[in-house]
């Protein structure tokens, strides 16, 4: 059993900064990378972000968040942050974690488990 729980949403000013935070629990050893997903207002497609493969020392990231977000996961392999900076409106999402098996993936298909998701709001 895998159990994956976020935190740290919230809103904030357009150029504002937050800090997401997934805590993993259960059988650490069912995936090899966690990642970010959002979750935009008024779609159905979950867009990957931002993935870490802690087993690879890999990080990627979406071009719409490269160099403003940033991913980092502890040791053990329990939980991963997501740092995001500089935000906009159109960061507006509702984000969630995923852990797979899959390397280097933003794809949704590729993760398997999911956390509930948490709320950012980017106001201008």
Not at 29 to 50: H, N, Q, Y
Not at 76 to 83: A, S
Not at 115 to 123: P, R
């Amino acid at each position: 059993q895998v159990q994956l729980v976020e935190s740290g949403g919230g809103s904030v000013q357009v150029g504002g900064s937050l800090r997401l935070s997934c805590a993993a629990s259960g059988d650490t050893g069912s995936w090899l990378c966690m990642a970010w997903f959002r979750k935009l207002p008024g779609t159905a497609e979950r867009e990957g972000i931002a993935v870490i493969c802690s087993s690879l020392r890999s990080t990627y990231y979406a071009d719409s968040v490269s160099g403003r977000f940033t991913i980092s996961q502890n040791n053990p392999k329990n939980t991963v942050y997501l740092q995001m900076n500089s935000l906009k409106p159109e960061d507006t999402a509702m984000y969630y974690c995923a852990a797979g098996r899959v390397l280097v993936s933003l794809k949704s298909q590729h993760y398997a488990y999911w956390g509930q998701g948490t709320q950012v709001t980017v106001s201008s």
